[in-house]
């Protein structure tokens, strides 16, 4: 079974940072895409940033400058580096990943479990 962990979050106040981690686990041939997502209460689930397995990311124009995505293929995780911090970025945060289970199956789509950001004014 694999699982994705999300830990790092909490309340900060503006212009403070955290740092979200993600682990995968269990058993698995290979990771390729790492994402983190966020929801605000009432609004729709958005990309945050991505980064592919040979490491090329991409931001949304909302965090670009403020948030850095890493990963650690060594160690099946993803890192989200969020710095000056806003309360609009308030919100639940997700890790997702593409995952390829063995060398001869198809990848599938894994989402945590989430983890809460809080920004205050």
């Known amino acids: 079974q694999v699982q994705l962990v999300e830990s790092g979050g909490g309340l900060v106040q503006a212009g403070g940072s955290l740092r979200l981690s993600c682990e995968a686990s269990?058993?698995?041939?290979?990771?390729?895409?790492m994402n983190w997502y966020r929801q605000a209460p009432g609004k729709q689930r958005e990309l945050v940033a991505s980064i592919t397995r040979g490491d090329a990311t991409n931001y949304a124009d909302s965090v670009k400058g403020r948030f850095t995505i890493s990963r650690d293929n060594a160690k099946n995780m993803t890192y989200l580096q969020m710095n000056s911090l806003k309360p609009e970025d308030t919100a639940v945060y997700y890790c997702?990943?593409?995952?390829?289970?063995?060398?001869?199956?198809?990848?599938?789509?894994?989402w945590g479990q989430g983890t809460q950001v809080t920004v205050s004014s």
């Open positions: 269990g058993s698995f041939f290979s990771i390729n895409a």
């Open positions: 997702y990943a593409i995952i390829r289970r063995t060398i001869a199956t198809v990848t599938f789509a894994y």
